[in-house]
């Protein structure tokens, strides 16, 4: 007969009696990458190879913290790299729709931006003092007095030419005209129409010819004369580009040689020296559409990233990845009802400010954002950062905008996610690995011996430290890593997700803050982890009250035939239970049929339906290995009213089964739980502490504690961390825990029978089967010949 696990098999405490110390305040903090080494092997290769592609991909749950892992590796690789520089966009002189990238060396964007707006500030005064000058002033009214000089010039010519010929240039309100002089008066005055007709016809004659000949003389001077406005308009645009240059020459000079080292920085200031002299108009007042604000505005840069205060690469995380958060944006303002925008509305994207770094992201928010992931794997595949909208990128939209020269990029993109998401895109998405080449896996559970408690405790005393929470004592520390072996369901393994962790000890705190404590012991871990469960226990509580109540029939006393209580876990969100289901099975004589309920009524999953199909293996190759199995049997999970999946009730379906063929009945004060395969060995299962604390609580609250037991497999004993009310009933021979290896230890446990002769017993009773089914099959056969043929029965007819 099997004996029942002693308490300490149940459980693997942590006494802490082992530590070195007394709280945590005096532990050295440790790199919370302890125990991820193979991840961390990943990381440090991923980071140092700087070939295309190689991008990482950290897998793991949310639980294991990945983003304060990552972000403390590179944090520390990041400062021992070099600075990268600034980055900056100009005003594009010759194409305003396309600005242009300004690579400049850290800190000297700001630099940059600072001079030049002191340069716009000496312009601002110093061009508008010049222009209002006596010297300007003077050399502008010469040449005006000059050109107005040669224009008169031109027409007193014309005016004595035809004086002397006794002819008079007049001027008129609509412009000059010709009259013959009166001989009679006085020699300024017209002769009179009268007296012009008078005249001789060939005096009229010699008048009108000389008229003529005056005329095209006068038009001729006349056109000449835009000519002499334009020659005005070069001698002044040549004064103004004098006088400009005396304005900008020492300030832009002085830039000039400040920036020597930056071809880019000289091409913009010669553009900006050229600008001023092409708008000189400006500064003038004479061109109304361009004001020398609207100039000036063309010479600033727009600082995109400023890497000024930085020291080594950047780390940049970016919480919402979508498209115009990665590549950045280009902002728009209304002008006159208008939306207007330039190349100072640019604004940087997280590709641009990890330019020269690393960009971390996390794999779900990148993949739910439009467009973001395809916008990701473009840029990364051209190396450069286009500044687009996904209007522009798609080819929505047909208006005007701007399109920035692409920045080229030197990043290293770290994603952060579950491996479900790894595997998936490594299935649908063919550049997924051509872009993501190294995979950091993160590993789910650490291993429990004595050196890695030492060092789980340092670990523990790093995340105290980090949120600012009180020391841990010894009892703490202990408490801390017993819960960590309980969510890693494993007397031999510690959990390996942080964040689990990290709540547990700043509950644990509030905990000994209410208590009054200066440093988190036991009792406050323990009450911790209390309303931890509590808080998420209502739909449990719900569930057991249920059972109690007989609602949901399970029975916990005395025995039935074909009856069994078998162990289920629900899981709701970050909260597991167990709670025992019946599970009964009906036999009778049969052509070897096993019908599963549950998946004839489609409630079953696959893994289920395995299971059942290796019972009924097992049961044939055990009990009629050599002749038919003439069996017609059924198995149902009672009161089920979802799906039923999972291998785990194997075992206690068999029981069930057994049972029912050979009338012996099931102690129910029993539960079972367990996977089987077709030689009849018990196989491990998930949740057996859920498992078995639910049936545990089942039966505490019927008050029926004492002779309970639960069958597990053997090979989940080191699973146990089972909690304290349980193993109180364990120790004190209340409730027991039986390791089973073959089903024949869960028939003679629940039994009572020796495996022989509960054999003996199943195989009478399948006998028995066997003589019906025979029977019946004679019966038929005679049945059926007596039966006259349908050939005979037309004869007759």
Known sequence: MLEPLAAEQIYRACSGEGFDFTTTEGLESLDLLYGHDRARDALSFGTAI???????????????????????????RAAAEDTPGDWAYRYNFDDPTSPRYLALPAGMGRQLVADLTQLVDELRAAIPALLESEEYQNRLQDLNQAMGERQRDAIEAIRREAREQDILLVSTPNGFTFAPVDGKADSDAMMSPEDFRALPKADKERIEATVEILQRKLTQAIRQMPLLARELRQQVDTLNAEMLTTAIGAPLTELEERYQQQPAVLEHLAACRQAVLSHAAAFLAENPELSPEAVFSRFQVNLLVDNAEAKGAPVVYQDLPSHQHLVGRTEHHVHNGTLVTDFSLIRAGALHRANGGYLVLDVRGLLTQPGAWETLKRVLRAGQIRTESLEQAYGLISTVSLEPEPIPLDVKVVLLGERLFYYLLCEHDPEFLELFKVQADLEDTLDRDPANQALYARMIATLARDAGLQPLDRGGVAAVIERASRLASDQRKLTARQRELRDLLREAQHWAMEAGATTIGREHVETAIEQQLRRASRLRERSHEAIHRGIVMIATQGEAVGQVNGLSVLSLGDFAFGQPSR???????????????????????????????????????????????????????????????????????????????????????????????????????????????????????????????????????????????????????????????????????????????????????????????????????????????????????
């Open 50 to 76: 700087r070939s295309d592609g190689f991008n990482l991909y950290v897998l793991g749950d949310p639980g294991h913290g990945r983003h304060d892992l990552v972000e403390q590796f590179l944090a520390q």
């Open 583 to 797: 599970i009964t099975a009906t036999a009778r004589p049969g052509s070897g049929q096993l019908v599963d309920i549950e998946r004839e009524a489609r409630m079953g999953g696959r893994i289920h339906t395995k299971g059942v199909m290796i019972i009924a293996r097992y049961l044939a190759n055990r009990y009629a290995p050599d002749t038919t199995l003439s069996l017609s049997a059924s198995l149902a999970f009672e009161q089920s009213y979802g799906g039923v999946d999972g291998d785990s009730a194997s075992v206690a379906e068999i029981c069930a089964l057994v049972s029912a063929i050979s009338k012996v009945p099931l102690k129910q004060a029993f539960a079972v739980t367990g996977s089987v395969n077709q030689r009849g060995e018990v196989q491990a299962v998930g949740g057996v502490n859920e498992k078995i604390e639910g049936f545990f609580d089942v039966c505490a609250a019927r008050g029926e504690v004492d002779g309970h037991a639960v069958l597990l497999p053997a090979s989940n004993v080191e699973h146990l961390m089972l909690k304290q009310a349980v193993r109180a009933a364990v120790e004190a021979g209340r409730f027991r825990i039986y390791a089973i290896h073959h089903v024949d230890d869960a028939l003679t446990l629940l039994t009572g029978l020796e495996p022989s002769e509960l054999e003996q017993r199943v195989t009478r009773r399948l006998a028995a089967f066997s003589a019906v089914v025979k029977a019946a099959r004679a019966d038929d056969d005679s049945a059926a010949a007596a039966a006259p043929s349908s050939e005979e029965a037309d004869d007759e007819q």
